[in-house]
């Protein structure tokens, strides 16, 4: 008999078992039946064909509509082109070399599962060398791995095709051993949830759509109580960790401060400003998430609570995820504090700090002396990138950290602030992000993060509009982009043109789109001896020296240069309120909060804002339902619900799992919300009485066999 720790090699072969484990991440059985299907087919229903992600392996089940067999003209051989279709949309096939079973069996009509990697040809879809399974044949033993009418549709990969994997997933079920659940008996009654046995059989072989229902439902728990232990394990020993309290100081530099704004705080800014301060006089970190929109504020708030810290004797850090934006960081911090961010500097106020820019390309001598001032203590407040946590950094006093676009800075990075507040102390934590995010995402990858919000826009914001441009449909419309760049400066404006690569590294290729991706380097000279000859351009990215970066950034917020060709360094912090347009070259190439943040760059005075997005993607494709999502809305909050729906299965778990299996695979952080609230509450109610799982071992082994170690590292130290 078979249980789930068993090694696939035994019971698959070692040629299959090794496939499963290099291209899929699974090697064990519990590993193969937790690879759920994707979706189920339905005998005589096609797949929907629109929503394919280019470079994805994809199964669909379709009709063959057009067969076409020729010599290729290049190279001596056999070329057969097949176009299939759901009924609505076509794709096509090409295969390569002369197979007479092929050409016999795939005619016209013919229906089966297509699988392969999905790549753009002459602007249309194409699967190269697809895998097939007809399911209309007369050939009992081609079919026989399904049951009844529903097909399941796997997560495939090359030489894995879906229909293999089913096989592989019958073999096992069929010696699978009935084994003690992991969920306590409790649980399993109270929600009137099925045993993993019984739903792991369904959810591969379901007999009806209800099988498949109460599956997941049973399914989906493992992952939410898997998550949900560590995040209360977590919180569980959080409680014994100490920090400085840091209490408000009557009369300190932050009621000056206060005295000096020359704007009135916003309502929320206020809210949120009243629970940091009233966090930063515990003796516990304080572990929170700011999220709001570019130009919400954020940075005031921020900057408060710092000056706060200031006021106790301690240290602050303000991390951002790149030099540009540390330097832009730094010079307006010290812009909004005036003289009473000059200390040690003739006509500094009384009370005041310092504030200290500290990166890794400084100048030497420079470089010197940001790290004597943040270990005398001398500096406040300490503005850098990763170099600020490097070993050669060291701190006097370090009472609270800054991480501004949570999303850019490494999950080891932020973990290694945890341990620099002074006397076995951690430091508070504010994370900010100009990507929100829905409550059940924070709920869920934030842990134990309060979570703040910034609603309301400053007064002086100017709505952006975003238009998707198709040129692989309308290839014109290229033009008119560089004649309306040329009517905006032409109004006394600037603008951005964003392109995803550099120009001066090996051109990655991007799925199965041929073309690499458009470089800084590559635009810039084309534009400024063609369309754009006539206006003054910049060039930004991040592998200029850093002194080179400011003086392009302080020509273009100068004036001296009318359009700035750039790649994602200007994605945050950088503000030009001249700047009114920006071009997004392959637009696809970018995330949606990417795009998101990209954009917030223009818009930023009292000129309404504009924003391009050029794709060569094809229309019907997920890819392309991202741009209309950027497209349909500005509202940042709505638009991470949209993000959340188009993305696929387990992404959310973050960049640290990139190539091992996932951890969440049918939870859904939008739809199960209330599943997700329960098993945070049991998950609480447990570690309270049992913090190391001792007396609840089915449960410490469920959290290893759903979230699996790089996974819960870095859920742990996020």
Not at 46 to 63: Q, S, Y
Not at 181 to 203: I, N
Not at 434 to 446: D, E, F, H, L
Not at 549 to 575: C, P, Q, S, Y
Request: charged share 25%.
């Amino acid at each position: 008999m078979t249980v789930l720790g068993d090694k696939l090699t035994m019971l698959l072969g070692k040629s299959t078992a090794k496939a499963l484990g290099e291209q899929l991440g699974l090697h064990t059985v519990g590993d193969l039946l937790r690879h759920y299907p994707r979706r189920y087919a339905e005998r005589g229903e096609l797949t929907d064909i629109a929503g394919l992600e280019i470079g994805e392996h994809a199964t669909v089940m379709a009709r063959v509509e057009k067969v076409e067999k020729r010599r290729m003209r290049n190279k001596p051989g056999w070329l057969t082109e097949m176009v299939i279709s759901d009924g609505n949309r076509r794709v096509s096939c090409a295969f390569f070399g002369n197979n007479t079973l092929r050409d016999r069996e795939l005619r016209v009509g013919r229906i089966g599962l297509f699988a392969g990697k999905v790549n753009v040809f002459r602007k249309t879809l194409q699967l190269a060398n697809p895998e097939y399974q007809l399911l209309d044949s007369d050939d009992a033993g081609a079919v026989d791995d399904f049951v009844g009418e529903l097909i399941p549709v796997y997560p495939a990969a090359s030489g894995l095709p879906s229909w293999g994997i089913a096989h592989c997933v019958r073999q096992i079920l069929a010696t699978l051993e009935r084994e003690e659940d992991p969920m306590p008996s409790e649980l399993l009654a109270r929600y009137g949830l099925m045993d993993l046995f019984d739903a792991l059989h369904a959810v591969h072989r379901p007999v009806d759509r209800g099988a498949i229902a109460s599956a997941h439902r049973r399914l989906k728990w493992d992952e939410a109580m898997a998550v949900q232990l560590i995040f209360a394990q977590r919180r569980y020993s959080a409680v014994s960790r100490l920090a400085r309290a840091c209490p408000r100081k009557p009369g300190g530099l932050l009621d000056a401060f206060d005295r000096r704004l020359p704007f009135e705080l916003t309502a929320g800014q206020r809210e949120v400003g009243a629970k940091i301060e009233h966090d930063l006089s515990g003796q516990h970190p304080m572990n929170r998430l700011l999220q709001g929109e570019v130009g919400s504020g954020k940075t005031v708030v921020a900057l408060r609570a710092m000056l706060q810290v200031v006021d106790s004797g301690r240290q602050c850090a303000m991390l951002a995820p790149t030099e540009v934006l540390a330097a832009q960081h730094a010079r307006s911090l010290r812009e909004m504090l005036g003289d009473l961010g000059a200390a040690g500097e003739l006509g500094a106020a009384e009370e005041a700090t310092k504030v200290t820019l500290l990166t890794g390309s400084l100048p030497a001598r420079e470089r010197k002396q940001a790290l004597l001032d943040t270990a005398s203590g001398e500096a406040g407040i300490v503005v850098g990138t990763h170099a600020l946590i490097q070993d050669s950094v060291s701190f006097a006093d370090l009472g609270f950290v800054v991480v501004d676009e949570q999303h850019r800075f490494g999950v080891e990075q932020r973990d290694a602030l945890r341990s620099r507040g002074a006397n076995f102390t951690s430091p508070h934590v504010l994370v900010m992000t100009a990507t929100p995010i829905p409550r059940t995402v924070a709920m869920t990858v934030y842990g134990d993060l309060e979570t703040s919000s910034l609603r309301e826009m400053p007064a002086g914001r100017s709505p952006i509009a975003t238009t998707v441009v198709p040129v692989s449909e309308k290839p014109f419309w290229l033009d008119r982009v560089w004649q309306r760049v040329v009517e905006e400066v032409g109004k006394g404006h600037q603008a951005y043109v964003v392109c995803p690569r550099i120009g001066d590294e090996p051109p990655a290729k991007n799925g199965g789109d041929k073309r690499p991706a458009l470089a800084v380097l590559d635009m810039a000279e084309e534009l400024s001896s063609g369309p754009l000859s006539d206006l003054r351009l910049g060039v930004l990215h991040g592998r200029l020296p850093s002194d080179e970066k400011d003086a392009v950034m302080r020509d273009f917020a100068g004036g001296k240069r009318d359009v700035l060709v750039a790649t994602t360094v200007i994605e945050v912090g950088v503000n030009v309120p001249n700047a009114t347009m920006m071009v997004v070259l392959d637009a696809e190439r970018f995330g949606v909060s990417q795009l998101h943040q990209l954009r917030g760059r223009v818009g930023r005075g009292d000129v309404p804002g504009l924003c391009l997005l050029v794709t060569e993607v094809p229309e019907g494709t997920s890819t392309r339902d991202r741009l209309a999502a950027v497209e349909s809305t500005t509202d940042g909050f709505e638009l991470s619900r949209l993000d959340l729906e188009l993305r696929r299965e387990g992404d959310i778990l973050g960049s640290a799992q990139s190539g091992s299996r996932s951890g969440l695979k049918l939870l859904s952080l939008l739809r199960d919300e209330e599943v997700i609230a329960e098993a945070r509450a049991r998950a609480q109610e447990i570690v309270a009485d049992d913090p190391a799982l001792g007396n609840h071992l089915g449960l410490a082994h469920l959290v290893s066999a759903v979230i699996d170690t790089d996974s819960a590292e870095y859920l742990e130290k996020t």
